[in-house]
């Protein structure tokens, strides 16, 4: 068991990005498990949806984390408040389109949709989700960086990083007329398409 252990963490040292992987692994589909358990439109927990989190978080996005970690830190160096501040912006200008495109386009392809649906989704639901991570990890980056001690700052990002795929989760559950009317997309007359059905209004309400 000590020897198992050892090679382990000797193979996490030595290509870190099995760390990235092993974390994603379990934290995105622990945060589908919980938001399917909050989720009141729910009839019965989707193991098979977990599972697909687990491949997307493991497969896909923990590598594609993993490049965007290194390359922004050849473009920002420094550990400050101030190069966290920056990194944190450039972050949500470069990296955060294509990490919420990768999501959408990827859960719908694993769920087996036809691809004018996947990418319905994503058109529908990319510039909301956008608007909101705009709003939640620089505000999250410099809390982390300015307040807590260098030491607890990986757990911050992972608590972060926990809530956050809930809340992607949550997105991608609900078709766009069923999400709350600050979550959907805006058409060319600047308002939320409407179905016009009152039970559908309704639904936002028991959501979480």
């Known amino acids: 068991m000590a020897y ?8 996490t040292e030595k290509y870190p990005i ?11 589909p622990a945060s589908n498990f919980l938001q399917q358990s909050l989720d009141k439109t729910r009839e019965k927990f989707d193991p098979v949806e977990s599972l697909r989190y687990l491949f997307l978080g493991s497969f896909v996005t923990a590598p594609t984390v993993y490049v965007w970690v290194k390359l922004a830190s050849k473009i920002i160096k420094g550990t400050s408040l101030k190069h966290a501040v920056m990194k944190a912006g450039l972050e949500q ?4 389109p294509v990490g919420q495109t990768q999501f959408y386009l990827g859960i719908t ?11 319905k989704e994503w058109k529908d639901k990319l510039i909301p989700t956008w608007k909101v991570a705009v709003c939640f990890w620089p505000v999250v980056q410099t809390i982390n960086f300015a307040y807590v001690p260098e ?9 972060a ?4 795929t809930m809340f992607l989760s949550y997105m991608h559950h609900f078709d766009q007329e069923r999400l709350p009317q600050f979550l959907r997309r805006m058409d060319q007359s600047g308002e939320a ?16």
Request: glycine fraction near 4%; charge should be positive.
């Open 93 to 96: 200008v470069l990296f955060a």
């Open 109 to 119: 392809l694993l769920e087996g949709r036809p691809w004018p649906e996947c990418v």
């Open 18 to 28: 099995l760390r990235g992987m092993a974390t994603y692994s379990v934290l995105w």
């Open 4 to 11: 198992i252990i050892r090679a382990v963490k000797n193979a």
């Open 151 to 159: 030491k607890n700052r990986v757990v911050v990002v992972s608590i």
């Open 161 to 164: 990083s926990f809530i956050w």
């Open 193 to 208: 398409p409407t179905t016009g059905e009152s039970d559908k209004v309704e639904l936002s309400k028991d959501m979480l």
